[in-house]
Nanobody, 133 residues
Framework: QVQLVESGGGSVQDGGSTRLSCAAS??????MSWFRQAPGKEREGVAA????????YYADSVKGRFTIAQDNAKNIMYLQMNSLKPEDTAMYYC????????????????????????????WGQGTQVTVSS
């Protein structure tokens, strides 16, 4: 059984930084990602990593500010978030996609270009990030 546990987040000042962690157990797949959802808004795929190749994807809204990384030895995924803005305020969810076997499908799934995340993903419980100006 795949279990994902997020940590990190909290309240941050505009322009500040924080790091989210996602500890995965029972998961040996390559596709992992972060999604977020703000109140009243649709869920958004933020970043993805395909650990077999190291290929990554970032939403345009976070490109250049967020970095996704994976520590394979510890089976922990990170999301380093820099230059945070109030519009980054959201609940952030870690996701693992064991049925995804290619980096193209992994990236497209997170980018909203193919497949249903709810159909493919295991989800963490979420961690809140609040950016205040």
């Amino acid at each position: 059984q795949v279990q994902l546990v997020e940590s990190g987040g909290g309240s941050v000042q505009d322009g500040g930084s924080t790091r989210l962690s996602c500890a995965a157990s029972g998961y040996t797949g390559a596709c992992m990602s972060w999604f977020r959802q703000a109140p009243g808004k649709e869920r958004e795929g933020v970043a993805a990593i395909y650990t077999d190749s190291g290929r990554t994807y970032y939403a345009d809204s976070v490109k250049g500010r967020f970095t996704i990384a994976q520590d394979n030895a510890k089976n922990i995924m990170y999301l380093q978030m820099n230059s945070l803005k109030p519009e980054d305020t959201a609940m952030y969810y870690c996701a693992a996609s064991p049925r995804v076997k290619s980096s193209n499908i992994c990236m497209n799934l997170v980018a909203g270009k193919g497949g249903s995340p709810d159909e493919y993903n295991y989800w963490g419980q979420g961690t809140q990030v609040t950016v205040s100006s």
